[in-house]
């Protein structure tokens, strides 16, 4: 291969400082070892791809587009909603653009797309992948409301800002349930 991929080198190191990134709302609800972004991530485009699917849009752009979606956190940390408050937005397409200088145009432009799209929250992917973003944190909330904290702020505010009927009746479905009826259902009982 003619390019040189020492952008990419770096920037795949990069990358891997996510699964050390914690999210850093969780501790405002007590939570002392919250999710990392990369867990977040992760879980998030498996959702996307099942709210694509039963949407009708392309569940593998979906979650290419949901593993993106946080990608920019490697250079501005989990900022969370009230640290938002008072630091101004980093522009996710302008800090990819840093990240992605150097790397064969190919694949740069191929990143600085699928950021633009997500941004843009205009095509069914776009739609299906941030229901995801809101999907897994209402998830997340569950899980640590089962384990004693106080979480309810979190999965109510999830639940609001979902948009696609499917994520709707998704979040219904989890919010009638509890985090280890799978478990119940493979073990068969009841």
């Avoid at 990069?14 to 070892?33: F, N, Y």
């Avoid at 485009?45 to 569940?59: F, H, M, N, T």
């Avoid at 609001?160 to 979040?171: D, H, I, P, S, V």
Wanted: one cysteine or more; hydrophobic letters at 40%; proline letters at 4%.
């Amino acid at each position: 291969m003619a390019d040189d991929l020492s952008a990419v080198a770096r920037f795949l190191y990069e990358a891997g400082t996510l699964k050390q990134t914690k999210r850093t709302g969780w501790w405002m609800a007590g939570v002392r070892d919250p999710e990392s972004v990369a867990e977040h991530s992760w879980r998030t485009a498996l959702i996307a791809s099942v709210i694509a699917k039963l949407e009708g849009a392309d569940p593998a752009k979906a979650a290419f587009l949901a593993v993106w979606h946080d990608s920019q956190e490697t250079r501005t940390g989990d900022v969370n909603h009230l640290g938002k408050k008072y630091a101004p937005s980093a522009d996710p397409e302008a800090i990819t653009a840093d990240q992605v200088a150097g790397m064969p145009e190919v694949l740069a432009s191929a990143i600085r797309e699928v950021v633009a799209e997500y941004e843009a929250k205009e095509s069914p992917e776009a739609v299906c992948a941030r229901d995801a973003d809101k999907l897994e944190c209402l998830i997340q909330g569950i899980e640590y409301r089962a384990q004693g904290y106080d979480a309810q702020r979190w999965i109510d505010n999830s639940r609001g800002r979902l948009t696609t009927k499917t994520a709707n009746e998704l979040a219904d479905a989890i919010l009638e349930g509890a985090p280890l009826d799978w478990l119940r259902t493979a073990m068969g009982e009841k």
